[in-house]
């Protein structure tokens, strides 16, 4: 704030991988400043140094745009917010920005989702057998059940590598079901030979619940298919799949859904990265596994080894470049930008698997 009362040099501002979340704060700024979002509304459970006022909403716009921003983001989570939430692309429009979409990008799409896999695979060892207790689950037995929400790319490769797990051998084919919402990736998981869940109000339940959508998949109003002692599992980009923060409210309420004083007590650690026990209608025992955190980030140790990953930061150095030598667009009504289709071929030829690379070679 005191940034803004000053007259400096002319800036320019990058924002990396959330793009999408700076642009809901811009559109959340915007509709305070129009008197249309009361600010207090908005903050109410933040610390009183962290409150605004609506003068303070204008001095940040004013400030804002004033200056180059240019925006980019990596994740199909920060793309549902653009499509879901009108107010961004007018907000957009209004400082005549863009963002540069890599989560739709080729090589995010083709290489990446191979490499949350195996870190899937890997977390899902760490949690059966070597986690500390308050993160360890039980590894399911041959005739537990699944339910792998979402069949994207992402939801493609953790689906092979569940059922392909080498030692692990986790799932068989006949205990995973998949759900999604689109009928052209439904069809895909039928064709790879699996059995379709679109049914929520059946008598049939599963053991563990795997989200791998980029949002909120399976609503409390959906946990009828839910067996005691189920587990809840992210994979996704944050903690978005399930709905914690309204389970929690609801338990502390006690309504239908209840937490022990203990599990209570927990929620104010420090260590977040736990597993949450919850009893639903008194009956049920369900666990939101890592707090309803992707099980790849419990902060303690690489997943993977980190310059595998070397094809995210990549694309979003690509992107960056893209998005700084971008000129101000004020009219465009597109505000998601594609990622130049030139540095998606070089990401994806430089990192190509070794056996594509080998067949390239030998074909």
């Given at each position: 704030?005191?940034?803004?009362?000053?007259?400096?040099t002319p800036?320019?501002?990058?924002?990396?991988d959330?793009?999408?979340?700076?642009?809901?704060?811009?559109a959340?700024?915007?509709?305070?400043?129009?008197?249309?979002?009361?600010?207090?509304?908005?903050v109410?459970?933040?610390?009183?140094t962290?409150?605004i006022?609506?003068s303070d909403?204008?001095?940040l716009?004013?400030?804002?745009?004033?200056i180059?921003?240019?925006?980019?983001?990596?994740?199909?989570?920060?793309?549902?917010?653009?499509?879901?939430?009108?107010?961004?692309?007018?907000?957009?429009?209004?400082?005549g920005?863009?963002?540069?979409?890599?989560?739709?990008?080729?090589?995010?799409?083709?290489?990446?989702?191979?490499l949350?896999?195996?870190?899937?695979?890997?977390?899902?060892?760490y949690l059966f057998?070597?986690?500390?207790?308050s993160?360890?689950?039980?590894k399911?037995?041959?005739?537990q059940?699944?339910?792998?929400l979402g069949?994207?790319?992402i939801?493609?490769?953790?689906?092979?590598?569940?059922?392909?797990?080498?030692?692990?051998?986790?799932?068989?084919?006949?205990?995973v079901?998949v759900w999604?919402?689109?009928?052209?990736?439904?069809?895909?998981?039928?064709?790879?030979?699996?059995?379709i869940?679109?049914?929520?109000?059946?008598n049939?339940?599963?053991?563990?619940?795997?989200?791998?959508?980029?949002?909120?998949?399976?609503?409390?109003?959906?946990?009828?298919?839910?067996?005691?002692?189920?587990?809840?599992?992210?994979?996704?980009s944050?903690?978005?799949?399930?709905?914690?923060?309204e389970?929690?409210?609801r338990a502390?309420?006690?309504?239908?859904?209840?937490?022990?004083?203990a599990?209570?007590?927990?929620?104010?650690?420090?260590?977040?990265?736990?597993?949450i026990?919850?009893?639903?209608?008194n009956?049920?025992?369900l666990?939101?596994?890592?707090g309803?955190m992707?099980?790849?980030?419990?902060?303690?140790?690489?997943?993977?080894l980190?310059e595998?990953?070397d094809?995210?930061?990549?694309?979003?150095?690509?992107?960056s470049?893209?998005?700084?030598?971008?000129?101000q667009?004020?009219?465009?009504?597109?505000?998601?930008?594609?990622?130049?289709?030139?540095?998606?071929?070089?990401?994806c030829?430089?990192?190509?698997?070794?056996?594509?690379?080998?067949?390239?070679t030998?074909?």
């Amino acid at each position: 704030m005191e940034l803004t009362k000053k007259k400096v040099t002319p800036m320019k501002l990058l924002v990396l991988d959330s793009g999408a979340c700076f642009s809901e704060a811009l559109a959340n700024l915007y509709e305070i400043d129009d008197g249309r979002l009361d600010p207090h509304q908005l903050v109410e459970n933040l610390p009183a140094t962290l409150k605004i006022e609506r003068s303070d909403a204008s001095l940040l716009l004013s400030h804002l745009e004033s200056i180059e921003i240019r925006l980019v983001e990596q994740t199909s989570r920060g793309l549902f917010k653009y499509i879901e939430q009108p107010s961004i692309e007018k907000a957009l429009n209004r400082i005549g920005t863009s963002i540069v979409d890599v989560a739709s990008s080729e090589p995010k799409r083709r290489l990446e989702p191979l490499l949350i896999a195996e870190a899937c695979l890997n977390m899902l060892s760490y949690l059966f057998y070597d986690a500390p207790k308050s993160l360890r689950i039980p590894k399911p037995s041959q005739s537990q059940k699944c339910l792998l929400l979402g069949y994207g790319a992402i939801g493609q490769a953790i689906g092979h590598a569940l059922m392909r797990g080498g030692d692990l051998n986790i799932f068989s084919k006949g205990s995973v079901k998949v759900w999604d919402q689109d009928a052209s990736r439904r069809q895909l998981a039928q064709d790879e030979g699996l059995e379709i869940f679109d049914n929520w109000d059946s008598n049939e339940e599963f053991d563990y619940v795997i989200g791998c959508t980029g949002r909120c998949s399976l609503p409390m109003s959906s946990f009828s298919v839910l067996r005691n002692n189920a587990h809840l599992i992210s994979v996704s980009s944050g903690a978005i799949e399930f709905p914690f923060y309204e389970m929690v409210q609801r338990a502390l309420c006690d309504t239908e859904i209840g937490l022990s004083s203990a599990q209570i007590d927990e929620l104010t650690s420090e260590d977040i990265h736990r597993n949450i026990e919850f009893r639903i209608d008194n009956r049920r025992k369900l666990t939101v596994v890592n707090g309803g955190m992707p099980i790849t980030f419990v902060g303690i140790l690489n997943p993977i080894l980190p310059e595998k990953f070397d094809v995210t930061l990549s694309c979003m150095i690509a992107a960056s470049v893209q998005a700084v030598r971008a000129s101000q667009q004020m009219n465009n009504q597109n505000r998601i930008i594609p990622l130049d289709s030139t540095y998606s071929a070089l990401i994806c030829d430089w990192f190509k698997p070794k056996v594509e690379k080998h067949s390239d070679t030998t074909g």
